[in-house]
T-cell receptor, first 116, second 114 residues
Framework: GAVVSQHPSRVICKSGTSVKIECRSL??????MFWYRQFPKQSLMLMAT?????????EQGVEKDKFLINHASLTLSTLTVTSAHPEDSSFYIC????????????FGSGTRLTVV | SQQGEEDPQALSIQEGENATMNCSYK?????LQWYRQNSGRGLVHLIL?????REKHSGRLRVTLDTSKKSSSLLITASRAADTASYFC??????????????FGQGTRLTINP
């Protein structure tokens, strides 16, 4: 089946630095990528949606300049957390959509970000 | 905003018993999906039920959908220790850039005791 490879799985960074998270669709072309954030024991909150070659659409309350999303190809999307702070510590998950209709979502395995 | 509300928030049962989780939503839907998440991992799609369906089966899973009550239930029969995970329902929340946005419920943390 479809596979989305997300890495790193865990990252610890210092406050003020930037962290890049990558999601690659391994055996299909991901026309749309969704980025979620999940706090411990809570649900997934959609942060932004990106299409290959176009600007991402951010959900209300999500800072575009802080969470930079690039979807440069049909198999790669990246989320960069810029100038990270401890409150950005969270679990980030990507989901790729194959563009085949109402269903076709494959999730990455998530990235645990800890900002110290 | 979160649309799905799930209950119970946590459920602990003995191996072999059945586990039932419920999900309620607020707006009209085209379909409702259930996902499983093992601790610290991504989500795995379990089953999708369309708005014109009332019940669907997949192995030990049974999903029901009541659009008049805007609710769905997930039943896992003959539970196993490996079923320990969090379970989320998700509904479509409009279409953006050709894809349906999913809105997830709060989830049910299921623990199967051996």
């Amino acid at each position: 089946g479809a596979v989305v490879s997300q890495h790193p799985s865990r990252v610890i960074c210092k406050s003020g630095t930037s962290v890049k998270i990558e999601c690659r669709s391994l055996d299909f072309q991901a026309t749309t990528m969704f980025w979620y954030r999940q706090f411990p024991k809570q649900s997934l909150m959609l942060m932004a949606t990106s299409n290959e070659g176009s600007k991402a659409t951010y959900e209300q309350g999500v800072e575009k300049d802080k969470f930079l999303i690039n979807h440069a190809s049909l198999t790669l999307s990246t989320l960069t957390v810029t100038s990270a702070h401890p409150e950005d510590s969270s679990f980030y998950i990507c989901s790729a959509h194959e563009g085949r209709g109402s269903y076709g979502y494959t999730f990455g395995s998530g990235t645990r970000l800890t900002v110290v | 905003s979160q649309q799905g509300e799930e209950d119970p928030q946590a459920l602990s049962i003995q191996e072999g018993e059945n586990a039932t989780m419920n999900c309620s939503y607020k707006t009209s839907i085209n379909n409702l999906q259930w996902y499983r998440q093992n601790s610290g991992r991504g989500l795995v799609h379990l089953i999708l039920i369309r708005s014109n369906e009332r019940e669907k089966h997949s192995g030990r899973l049974r999903v029901t959908l009541d659009t008049s009550k805007k609710s769905s239930s997930l039943l896992i029969t003959a539970s196993r220790a490996a079923d320990t995970a969090s379970y989320f329902c998700a509904t479509g929340s409009g279409v953006i850039q050709g894809a349906q946005k999913l809105v997830f419920g709060q989830g049910t943390r299921l623990t199967i005791n051996p």
